[in-house]
Nanobody
Framework: QVQLVESGGGLVQAGGTLRLSCAAS????????MGWYRQAPGKQRELVAT???????NYADSVKGRCTISRDNAKNMVYLEMVTLEPEDAAVYYC???????????????WGQGTQVTVSS
């Protein structure tokens, strides 16, 4: 059983800073990529940022320059810091990892339950 638990969401003022954390636990053999996605009401889930096990990061154009993703590989944790929040950043933010649960297993995609981020103007 694998669990991803996000924390740090809530109400943030426009122009403020958001810090999210996600901890992956359970039987995990290896994690390749960890990342954050978000889904606003009526919209599809979209990439926010990902970080590979080697430290390569990727950001959506909409958050570039405002967002930093980081990982603690030893703890299977991933963090997201976003500054200068805009009303358009309001969404449910989901943590994700791509990895294997066993040495012989396939690479799967695993998701957290999501954490709501509301931006007040």
């Amino acid at each position: 059983q694998v669990q991803l638990v996000e924390s740090g969401g809530g109400l943030v003022q426009a122009g403020g800073t958001l810090r999210l954390s996600c901890a992956a636990s359970g039987t995990i053999f290896s994690i390749d990529s960890m990342g954050w996605y978000r889904q606003a009401p009526g919209k599809q889930r979209e990439l926010v940022a990902t970080a590979s096990s080697g430290g390569i990061t990727n950001y959506a154009d909409s958050v570039k320059g405002r967002c930093t993703i980081s990982r603690d590989n030893a703890k299977n944790m991933v963090y997201l810091e976003m500054v200068t929040l805009e009303p358009e950043d309001a969404a449910v933010y989901y943590c994700n990892f791509l990895g294997k649960l066993t040495s012989q297993g396939y690479i799967g995609s695993y998701w957290g339950q999501g954490t709501q981020v509301t931006v007040s103007s």
